[in-house]
């Protein structure tokens, strides 16, 4: 088959090893390459070498966003738009108006975080080299892989096969895109 | 971060060495990954058992109910439940605040617990998340269709109109809009995210089973997920901020819901404990309803060793804290009604001690004070068939605290000459009894066709998943 | 519940109304008419002359289109606006028009403007030319309108089933006439119902000259007028009594309901009223004694009372009479006269001292004996001429309603002519009414309904509503009013004094004409103007009856003590039944009325039934002393509730063999072996909405005891029977609602008030701030007192308040069916009523206390027992209109806000119906529409979508244009009658617009009047402008003794009440030295004897000393 | 292994996600234009029993308004003329023109002339003529040039809106009472006389109601 090559795959049976291997590639200088585990595994990140997940700012903006909403929609339809004696209550206080805020922080937060992990995680991605993989069943399951992309600019059929290799990786497969 | 700790911790901490304080097994048996997987993908692989299927029937049966109650309602006018002057409220509030309350473990268990770092949380926290949809779902029908024009029930969302009127934002009702609705959508979401890998794992093994169909089904909502570890960091990330967002959540709900009485002026509603009255009260049947739910599934499905005693015994615990606190929550009125020195406070509460409702009164401090304390004992904890009985207990005396608050201070008021003696009508009792087969028609649903426990987060719970074989500290 | 009464939807395509004109092809015979088409522009109401006026009748009779359409208003998609064919002077559509009229009753008459839309009557009030009433109104009048458009009443004239037009009825009475011409009238009888008609009268003379022979009876099942017979004896003269409560300083009532049943009513209760108001510490304030056996509406006035079975009032007043008049002669009728000496004593001699400035009333039901004695006592303490006049009155030459009977018994009468009543339902039962009208070969009976009575006729006409007819009356003083029809008869009925003048073979039996000819003779001078004033003022002025001079005569007097009555001690064996007319149904005649059936009782607060009253002590003795609950919290209910319903039990009440059934009510207050037995109810030949109500009490009456009737026993049944009781709780529960004190303690400290309730040791909540404002500033700027947030101030041009006077109600309830009649209230049948579920805005609440409050929750004894002897306390209750409403804070959809003249306005249309604004009104004053009370019948609520809809026309027109009708799922309550506020204020702008000073927005005091206040026969309301120091609103809200209902949850109502005040008299055995609700308030909030923040501490707050005495409470 | 999906399922969520966006934003578009009186009552102009020209009768002729709707400055209702009105110049001028044909009828018969309603207000709000046209808001705010107008035509939406627009502003709306039936003439601030027209406020006192009370009862 003459489909271009996405990447190689190495299969590990245990979380250690694969913490170790994760180790080895992130040091061997790899950009373009992945752990699949079937549960998040403690300390795998530091392994990587990967940086601080930035869902946590974008929550923080939907948040502001929220409480802002809140609060200017109180004000304007009951004190700005159309202000009406209501039980002598003055037209607008902080007061009346932040439970409605606090709950519109907290909904646009999640939506924030929600639609901000599936954008950096860029899924919805129905379609992956990976999920073509004969065993990646066991991977959402109880195995584990590491995958270096082809598009790596260290990526070398040779070299890398051994370094999974060398890292206790079995069953190194080349996956087509 | 262990890690970082035992760093810094000053030597005593060495020599007490909490590492060798027994840990609770929250998986038993060592059981592998590939076990948990095939326990719990095989509930839904299965074929569907033939119990399932007359439950199911039964659940529908009853679900019809509150759909004849409510069209009735519709139909004919609010007139068909017992309400009226001065009880203006009575079964469609107290449902619904029952119901919500109902929900608030559910976010509790996934939330709070999760906060807290609480892993014995895993095994539960998708059902009762599950539960606590399920009982939104119930509790909203109750306001939307308490409504007399509930055709125009679409005022009470801020919807630009050719009337240029706007919303009362003044009032406890219009937060509890934004309150529940916010509570529904983010449960849901959630409750989803969660599911997310467990999706993804359904869907290979449905594909490696030749069923492309709900190979499809579960892929299109598992959203391409692939166990990627840099997916993994965000998911956790996100995961951890919507247990952080629901933590607050679950307390503004149900603090809100409080308000809809602390801020009128009746006597008996017009009180500034309720907040944490009613959030307590809320764990407290939450907890009751999770465990009425757990144990029959446990003991069905036999997943003693994903639902251990030490399960249990945190639950009964609870219970036993918050049932407390309820229980003095119910003194301090009676405290304040007389410390008030109000004549019309005072005399609020000791009518609904002695009064014409007093039946309600003693059922609740009966099942909501004394219940629990048989939790103190761990001969009862550990006897499950005991614990669920109590723990339906809980669920009844809930009800009837709802029940006191809203009828008895309506019924006897500031003027004896309005006072009344509400009584339900048939309507009501049918619709209400309906919503028990909503929530179990939709539980049973969730228990057929998905994951009832976080297969990724048990597995991240049990020892081999650590990365440094076996124990935190090394 | 086979009831069915149905009201219009706001939509209503009142096109359709012109089902009910009247065909028009007549007007173009008529000379009036061509003249008017020969005018080019026919404007100038001024020339209203008779003839013309009724033919304008018939053009508003036509309007209904115009009157729907252009008011109650139509939906898209195509909706018709239909003019009338010709102009109509002084019609001006959208405007109501006001004729006086009157509504005749009896030997008396409320004289009346009604308001017409379009040429329907939708309400009337009092004429306040007519000066006695000042405006005022009654309930039954109030209620009337209602009839006019009842679907159920008599649409047709019918002989023997098949229907006869107007030509064949006129043939048939002028046959009658024709036939018995020749014999003079042998074989000729009448019963026609008492009537104070100028032009009736004239009318049976002729035809009494006409017909000699014939017989002329008249029967009244009730009576509202003292005996004749009486004042016949002891002055020699026809003559009655006019009292003058305004003048009278002490007062005894001998069993005389003056306040609410004598056909002088409405001119009594203004006239004690203006005796009783209190506005100042040093004003004087009359005191009234009442001896009487059951609890009327006078007796709840009461500074003593003394409860009396009424066949022992002759002894009393015999015992009264001999202390006063000091004689010896009437010795023997006290004998076995069971009383406290004291009592007498003491009382005698307050009325001694208040020569010419007291008053001595009794029932109109009592012996002869009884008034000739209360006469003497009057005329011995110079009362006559001061506080009584007797006015010279026309005796009555008809027969009685028995001779009648012994006429029919002997089978000489071959023709009956039946004028209204209703004799089959309430003739006395010794008659045997039926079988005797049976025997008669022809009956001819004028009915507005298709009755008892008329089923047993051969012929029955429909009769004109008053509404329909041209008439006149008399008032209670002789004043001659006229009877305008606003609408042509919508079913072609007749009026009486038509039937009349036609068989007395008159040649014009056109009422108006027979009017005309009345009046005119009377009123002399040139006859057209005459007339025309005459219908202007709705008055005819000096016609009064004359007073007359007269002088007591002791030997007439003693005629009337010839034989004495034995005096039997009554028991649970021999108890004494009191018949009295209903205080809404009156003696049945408005059993079809809705919105009296609806209206509770004023003191059993029973609707849509009347019972078999007992007294506490009567009902242990019978068995059926409700227990209460185990721990009695609150005070027991006097009658047995079962989830809020009054679960009574039903006995048989036997009289000389003859027995009915009824559910017995326990209602504290009654003479110990007195059964109180309402008549009216339990119609069989009513509408909807009458069937069903009630159980009639005639079987039981005898020509001998019509009244009053002893020897009866009680028999429990088994059975029981729900009653719709609006009001299940009847104690104050020592709470400060009604805050009460006696006249001396007024007179120190004419702020008592303040001193009362959890205000009284509680910060203002005005704060410091707001107690130096004036009320205006207060009302605009709504000081912010202690609170969390600054309050919006109020700009509008007024500010709206009312004030009520405790003082003064007397609870008629006149203004909740006045509320209904103008705010399109619907019914909701006794079904809902018993679940609470009744709509009307205003409600009174009528408390009992015995002075015996319970202590605390475990209670004494005091909430063990029911008092048999309570004081009464009324509160008429209405929205407040809070300024800081608690019931708009929760609203979600800002359906109720406030409007900048301080009104809780409410928005029906935006309204989704969550109920919280009930849940947080503390007055419970807010109404729920649970169904669609005016789109279903009552009988099918809960058919839903299933059961009919919509209502006959005929309902419709009832409806104020000026109020939407609500629709099912909407909260609805007072808001000040804002229909007439903004109508008020529009008509002031343009007038002043047009008078070129358009500055000047503010109303005038006075010219808006709530519906309540304007019916009020007390003025016990008063409501207008708070901005303006001087409006009576103000004046009366800067009292001493103006404080607000729960005033202490800061929600400021702009309604608050004058305490009300007692008058005891010291020397009295019963004296109390405080009211008794005061000394529960006492017991209840201040035990341990120190007594509430009365006098100069009123004012400062305490609230140490408050907190205290409280929490003593609490503990129990 | 699982290969249900094909590469271009990757696409398809941002397409589902666009293409929702644009239907909701439709709808609504949809529903705001469609289901508000600016669009079901705007534009109404029903056949009439009779063709009357109001363009005829006020244009041309010069009638004053209040010549036929004679109680508009005194009452909540406008009335419609009655037939009779008609007939005191038409029992001289086009007596025989068929299209009168219904007017002169019911002139005879004194039946309705069954003119078809355009300005209706919902049965719930409570409009009143009299206080509007006596204090300086004229014909023209709410009717339009009627003066011009051979077919009455529903020219504003006569919603809550539109009145409270006004009740908020009163002063731009405002006529010289005397222009107040001058179809054609100009609001004060229209001839930039704001300040007379804040005067005209000021005098007169006008403080139009905008709670619930003004028009609801």
Redesign the interface.
């Known amino acids: 088959m003459a489909a271009p090559s996405y990447g190689l795959i190495a299969t590990f049976d ?3 090893g ?2 170790r291997a ?1 180790q080895q590639v992130r040091d061997a200088g790899y950009r373009n390459w ?12 530091k ?2 070498g ?1 940086k ?2 930035i ?2 700012r974008i ?1 923080l903006a939907g ?1 502001i966003t929220g409480f802002v909403t809140g609060m200017t ?2 004000w304007w ?2 004190a700005f ?2 202000p ?8 607008f ?1 902080p ?3 932040f ?2 805020s ?3 922080t ?2 646009f ?3 924030a ?2 639609i ?3 954008v ?2 860029g ?6 080299p ?8 066991r ?4 195995t584990f892989f590491i995958v270096i992309e082809a598009r790596d600019p260290r990526f070398n059929l040779a070299n890398t096969s051994a370094l999974l290799a060398q890292a206790g990786g079995k069953d190194i497969k080349e996956l087509e895109t | 971060m262990a890690h970082a700790e035992h760093a810094a911790a000053p030597a005593i901490l060495q020599e007490v060495n909490p590492a060798v304080l027994p840990r609770a097994v929250l998986v038993a048996n060592n059981r592998s990954f590939s076990w948990i997987t095939e326990k719990i993908c095989g509930i839904i692989e299965g074929k569907t058992p033939a119990w399932w299927w007359i439950f199911f029937g039964v659940a529908v049966f009853v679900a019809s109910f509150t759909v004849a109650g409510i069209t009735y309602l519709i139909a004919t006018g609010v007139g068909v439940w017992g309400h009226a002057n001065p009880v203006n409220w009575a079964w469609d509030i107290v449902n619904f605040v029952f119901w919500i309350g109902i929900g608030h473990a559910g976010t509790l268990i996934s939330a709070i617990l999760c906060l807290l770092r609480q892993k014995w949380r895993t095994s539960i926290n998708r059902s009762a998340e599950a539960m606590t949809i399920f009982a939104v779902v119930c509790a909203a029908i109750f306001p939307v269709f308490h409504v007399g024009r509930v055709w125009y029930a679409w005022y009470l969302f801020p919807i630009p109109n050719s009337n240029v009127i706007w919303q009362n934002f003044r009032s406890p009702l219009e937060w509890d809009v934004f309150a529940v609705s916010t509570y529904g959508t983010v449960s849901v979401l959630f409750w989803y995210v969660g599911l997310l890998p467990d999706l993804a794992t359904l869907r290979d093994r449905f594909y490696a089973a030749g069923d492309k169909f709900r190979s499809f089904l579960y892929g299109l909502f598992a959203m391409g997920w692939r166990g990627s570890n840099r997916h993994w960091s965000n998911y956790e990330m996100a995961y951890m901020i919507l247990a952080g967002i629901s933590t607050p959540l679950v307390l503004s709900v149900h603090t809100i819901v409080s308000f809809d009485f602390a801020v009128s002026l009746l006597p008996g509603w017009h009180t500034t404990i309720f907040p944490p009255y009613f959030v307590a009260g809320a764990i407290f049947s939450g907890f009751g309803m999770v465990l009425t739910l757990m144990l029959p599934l446990r003991a069905v499905y036999h997943l003693e060793d994903l639902i251990t005693q030490y399960h249990i015994d945190c639950m009964c615990k609870i219970t036993l804290a918050t049932g407390t606190i309820v229980g003095y929550a119910y003194a301090m009125e009676f405290f304040i009604a007389w410390y008030s020195a109000n004549p019309y406070e005072g005399f609020t509460f000791i009518n609904r001690a002695f009064g014409p409702y007093a039946w309600a009164y003693w059922i609740m401090i009966t099942c909501n004070v004394l219940t629990p304390q048989f939790f103190w004992s761990r001969r009862v904890r550990q006897n499950t068939t005991l614990v669920w009985v109590l723990s339906i207990f809980v669920n009844v005396g809930m009800w009837f605290e709802r029940f006191v608050i809203i009828v008895t201070s309506l019924a006897r008021d500031f003027l004896p000459s309005s006072w009344g003696y509400y009584s339900p009508s048939i309507v009501e009792i049918f619709t209400f009894f309906g919503t028990f087969g909503v929530f179990s028609t939709l539980f049973l649903l969730f228990i057929r066709f998905l994951p009832i426990m976080p297969m990724a987060e048990l597995k991240a719970v049990t020892p081999q998943a650590d990365v440094h074989g076996g124990s935190d500290h090394h | 519940m086979k009831r069915k009464f149905e009201h219009p939807a706001p939509s209503a395509r009142e096109q359709t109304g012109p089902k009910y004109w009247r065909s028009l092809d007549d007007l173009a015979a008529t000379p009036g008419f061509k003249a008017q088409l020969a005018r080019e522009f026919p404007e100038g109401a001024a020339q209203l002359d008779g003839v013309d006026r009724r033919h304008f009748m018939k053009i508003m009779a036509a309007s209904f289109a115009l009157g729907g359409v252009g008011l109650a208003g139509c939906r898209r998609p195509e909706a018709n606006i239909l003019p009338f064919g010709k102009s109509v002077e002084g019609i001006i559509p959208g405007l109501p028009q006001y004729y006086a009229t009157a509504m005749p009753l009896r030997k008396s008459a409320i004289p009346l403007l009604a308001e017409t839309h379009q040429g329907r009557p939708t309400k009337v009030e009092g004429n306040p030319s007519y000066a006695p009433h000042g405006g005022a109104s009654s309930l039954l009048a109030q209620a009337s309108v209602l009839d006019l458009y009842d679907p159920d009443r008599a649409t047709a004239h019918t002989k023997g089933g098949a229907v006869l037009n107007a030509a064949a009825v006129n043939d048939l009475l002028a046959g009658i006439s024709q036939r018995f011409a020749a014999t003079g009238g042998t074989g000729l009888a009448f019963l026609a119902e008492e009537s104070a008609s100028p032009t009736r009268a004239r009318v049976v003379k002729l035809l009494r000259r006409k017909f000699p022979k014939a017989v002329w009876a008249e029967y009244e099942p009730v009576t509202d007028e003292p005996p004749l017979a009486a004042a016949q004896a002891c002055f020699g003269v026809n003559v009655k009594p006019l009292y003058r409560f305004a003048k009278a300083k002490r007062i005894l009532s001998l069993d005389a309901n003056f306040l609410s049943a004598d056909s002088g009513s409405l001119y009594y209760a203004r006239e004690f009223a203006k005796g009783r108001r209190v506005t100042k510490k040093d004003d004087p304030m009359n005191r009234l004694y009442v001896v009487e056996s059951g609890l009327t509406l006078t007796g709840s006035m009461a500074d003593h009372r003394l409860r009396l079975a009424s066949s022992h009032l002759l002894a009393f007043t015999a015992a009264l009479g001999g202390k006063l008049l000091s004689t010896e002669v009437l010795k023997p009728l006290t004998e076995g006269l069971d009383v406290n000496q004291k009592w007498v004593d003491e009382c005698a001699a307050d009325l001694a001292a208040h020569r010419g400035e007291c008053l001595v009333v009794a029932g109109n039901h009592l012996p002869a004996a009884v008034h000739g004695i209360v006469y003497a006592i009057n005329a011995f303490l110079g009362n006559v001429g001061q506080t009584v006049d007797f006015v010279g009155v026309e005796p009555s030459s008809a027969a009685s309603i028995s001779d009648l009977a012994t006429a029919l018994k002997g089978g000489a009468v071959k023709t009956l002519v039946i004028l209204g009543g209703n004799p089959a339902y309430n003739a006395p039962a010794d008659l045997d009414w039926a079988a005797l009208q049976k025997s008669v070969a022809e009956v001819i009976r004028l009915g507005y309904f298709a009755d008892e009575t008329s089923i047993l006729a051969g012929t029955h006409l429909s009769a004109a509503h008053y509404l329909e007819s041209w008439g006149d009356a008399r008032t209670a003083d002789g004043t001659i009013v006229p009877v305008q029809p606003m609408i042509m008869p919508l079913f072609g009925g007749l009026t009486e004094i038509e039937v009349l003048a036609r068989l007395a073979g008159e040649p014009t039996a056109d009422p108006y004409a027979l009017v005309f000819t009345t009046i005119t003779a009377i009123a002399g001078g040139e006859p057209e103007k005459a007339m025309r004033r005459f219908l202007h003022d709705g008055v005819l002025a000096g016609s009064a009856y004359a007073t007359n001079a007269v002088a007591f005569d002791q030997r007439g007097a003693r005629a009337l003590l010839r034989e004495i009555p034995k005096l039997a001690a009554l028991s649970l064996k021999n108890l004494e039944v009191r018949f009295i007319a209903d205080h809404k149904m009156d003696d049945g005649r408005f059993a079809n009325n809705g919105w009296l059936q609806e209206c509770p009782d004023p003191i059993t607060k029973i609707s849509w039934d009347n019972a078999i009253m007992v007294s506490p002590k009567l009902g242990k003795e019978l068995g059926i002393d409700p227990k209460g609950a185990l721990l009695q919290v609150a005070r027991k209910e006097e009658n047995e509730f079962s989830i809020g319903k009054e679960n009574a039990r039903v006995f048989e009440l036997a009289v000389g063999g003859r027995k009915i059934r009824g559910p017995v009510h326990i209602q504290p207050g009654l003479s110990n072996y007195t059964v109180v037995v309402p008549l009216g109810y339990g119609r069989t030949a009513t509408g909807h909405v009458g069937k069903g109500a009630g159980f009639s009490a005639y079987p039981l009456r005898t020509s001998a005891a019509m009244h009053v009737a002893t020897g009866a026993t009680l028999t429990d049944t088994g059975t029981r029977l729900l009653l719709a009781n609006v009001q299940e709780h009847w104690s104050m529960e020592g709470r400060d609602l009604v805050r009460e004190a006696n006249l001396d303690e007024f007179k120190e400290n004419p702020a008592y008030v303040s001193g009362i309730g959890m205000e009284s040791h509680t910060p203002s909540t005005i704060g410091e701030v707001g107690k130096k404002m004036t009320l205006a500033q207060r009302s605009a700027q709504i000081p912010r007192g202690g609170s969390l947030y600054d309050n919006p101030s109020l700009d509008g041009h007024h500010q709206w308040g009312m004030s009520i006077d405790l003082n003064t109600c007397i609870g008629c309830n006149a203004c909740v069916v006045a509320c209904q009649a103008e705010n399109n209230i619907p019914i909701v049948g006794k079904e809902q009523v018993m679940r609470g579920r009744e709509m009307h805005w205003i409600r009174l609440d009528r408390y009992y206390s015995s002075g015996t409050a319970d202590a605390g929750a475990f209670g004494g004894e005091g909430n063990r027992e029911l008092p048999e002897d309570p004081q009464v306390s009324l509160q008429p209750i209405a929205c407040m209109q809070c300024e800081l409403a608690p019931c708009e804070i929760v609203c979600p959809v800002n359906a109720t806000v406030h409007d900048e003249e301080g009104i809780n306005v409410m928005a029906y249309n935006r309204c989704i119906g969550t109920r919280y604004c009930a849940n947080n009104c503390p007055y419970k004053v807010r109404r729920f529409n649970f169904f669609d009370y005016n789109e279903r019948s009552l009988d099918s609520l809960y058919l839903g979508q299933l059961g009919p809809s919509g209502m006959p026309e005929l309902v419709k027109m009832v409806k104020n244009p000026e109020v939407s009708v609500r629709m099912r799922g909407v909260m609805e309550k007072c808001t000040y009658c804002i229909q007439r506020i903004q109508n008020g204020k529009i008509q002031h702008k343009v007038k002043v617009a047009q008078a070129g000073s358009p500055g000047d927005v503010v109303v005038p005091d006075g010219t808006i009047k709530t519906a309540c206040q304007q019916v009020c026969p007390v003025e016990a309301i008063v409501f207008g402008n708070i901005l303006d120091e001087k409006s009576a609103v103000s004046q009366a809200k800067a009292r001493a003794h103006d404080y607000s209902l729960l005033g202490y949850l800061n929600i400021r109502p702009r309604t608050t009440y004058l305490g009300k005040l007692r008058n005891p008299n010291p020397q009295m055995p019963d004296y109390a030295a405080l009211p008794l609700s005061r000394a529960e308030y006492n017991q209840k909030n201040h035990p341990a004897g120190h007594g509430e923040h009365g006098g100069a501490r009123a004012h400062e707050p305490a609230p140490a000393h408050g907190g205290e005495p409280a929490k003593k409470e609490g503990h129990k | 292994m699982s290969k249900i999906f094909p590469p271009s399922a990757n696409k398809l969520p941002l397409q589902i996600i666009i293409y929702l966006g644009v239907l909701v934003g439709l709808a609504t578009a949809g529903v705001t234009y469609y289901m508000t009186p600016k669009y079901t009552r705007v534009g109404y102009a029903p056949v009439q029993p009779v063709p009357f020209s109001h363009a005829k009768h006020v244009g041309e002729v010069g009638l004053d308004c209040r010549y036929c709707h004679s109680n508009v400055d005194q009452s909540a209702h406008s009335n419609v003329p009655t037939s009779q009105t008609c007939m005191n110049c038409h029992n001289q001028i086009k007596l025989t023109s068929p299209l009168l044909a219904p007017v002169r009828e019911s002139y005879e018969t004194g039946k309705s002339v069954p003119w078809v309603w355009i300005h209706q207000t919902p049965d719930y709000a409570f409009f009143n003529h009299a206080i509007h046209v006596n204090r300086g808001v004229s014909c023209v705010e709410c009717h339009g040039k009627v003066n011009e107008m051979d077919t009455v035509t529903h020219l504003q939406p006569l919603s809550m809106a539109f009145c409270i627009e006004c009740h908020r502003d009163p002063a731009a709306r405002l006529r010289d009472p005397k222009d107040v039936f001058n179809l054609n003439s100009q609001t004060l601030a229209a001839q930039g006389k704001a300040e007379q027209a804040a005067k005209f406020v000021h005098d007169w006192k006008v403080k139009p109601p905008q709670s619930c009370s003004g028009c609801h009862r």
């Open positions: 245990t979380a250690p694969l913490y994760a992945d752990c699949i585990t079937p549960l998040p595994v403690h300390g795998l990140d392994a990587m990967l601080r997940s869902v946590p929550s948040g929609m109180v339809t009951d738009d159309y009406l004696l209501v039980g002598g209550k003055p037209m206080s007061m009346f108006a439970p409605v606090y709950e519109l907290i909904l937060t999640a939506f975080t929600i901000g992990m599936f950096v995680n899924l919805p991605m129905h379609y992956h990976v999920l073509k993989h004969d065993h990646i069943r991977g959402m399951d109880d």
